[in-house]
């Protein structure tokens, strides 16, 4: 069974940057795509990024896009993402994923079967 452990989160003022680590352990790693979630306080959770494990190809939810970058590194199970130009409504606990098919997918929660625990990132105006 994978596990996924994230850490990076923290509280920042707008504007700033963050970046997150998701490091992923467990007897095989062998999920084909990781992604990051986020959940706002009164809000359902969703989809902020995923990446295709084998090509890299990245995929982000419009209001992410040319904010945040979501990377891999192969040899450390470990996936990352860079945020920045935070702004408050940015605000959520952010949970990493891994699962199965292709990264593209991950926005509408298919294939998704391994959670981590989640970081918390608050963003103040």
């Known amino acids: 069974q994978v596990q996924l452990v994230e850490s990076g989160g923290g509280l920042v003022q707008a504007g700033g940057s963050l970046n997150l680590s998701c490091a992923a352990s467990?007897?095989?790693?062998?999920?084909?795509?990781m992604g990051w979630f986020r959940q706002a306080p009164g809000k359902k959770r969703g989809f902020v990024a995923a990446?295709?494990?084998?090509?890299?190809?990245?995929y982000y939810e419009d209001s992410v896009k040319g904010r945040f970058t979501i990377s891999r590194d192969i040899s450390k199970n470990t996936l990352y993402l860079q945020m920045n130009s935070l702004k408050p409504e940015d605000t959520a606990v952010y949970y990493c994923?891994?699962?199965?098919?292709?990264?593209?997918?991950?926005?509408?929660?298919?294939?998704?079967?391994?959670w981590g625990e989640g970081t918390l990132v608050s963003v103040s105006s």
């Open positions: 994923a891994a699962g199965l098919g292709d990264g593209r997918y991950f926005k509408s929660f298919i294939g998704v079967n391994v």
């Open positions: 990446i295709t494990w084998s090509t890299g190809n990245t």
């Open positions: 467990g007897r095989t790693f062998s999920s084909s795509a």
